[in-house]
């Protein structure tokens, strides 16, 4: 197993947030992680900030993440860089839709897990682990929108 890895997921109303977080939260626990999430819904109706939390390791204690000690910052939306950069730790991964291009979505609306995607990079899990819950967790209809998305992220490179 591991150390406990702390993610956090931010952006605005109606993006996708806690969707992403449930289906990472989702391929984290198939793999046999001990796994605790949070949110932070703030004035999503209104397109305000969204934040969610992702713990995982071998025991995690709290779903909360305190600040400075995120691994990764995941934001969708480039005006929560600001808002929520106090999370990251020093030397964490910031990943953002300037990560790659995104502009080649079938549909906009599956952003948030096209940066999943960018995410899943960073962890050993293979591919169908996280294609099965994303089918777990989002409706059939949109399944095959989600996987592209999913695999463009992945296809990013880190840097």
Known sequence: MCATVNITFAGLGGQGVLTATDVLAAALFTQGYDVK??????????????????????AVASPMIPDGESDYLVVTDMTQIEVNLAKLKEGGVLITPDDFDWSSLSN????NIALLGRLSTYFNIPEEVWMRAIASELPEKIHEVNFAAFKLGASSRQP
């Open 108 to 111: 906009k609306k599956a952003l």
């Open 37 to 58: 999430k949070s949110e932070v819904h703030g004035m999503s109706q209104r397109g305000g900030s969204v934040s969610s939390e992702v713990r995982f390791g071998e």
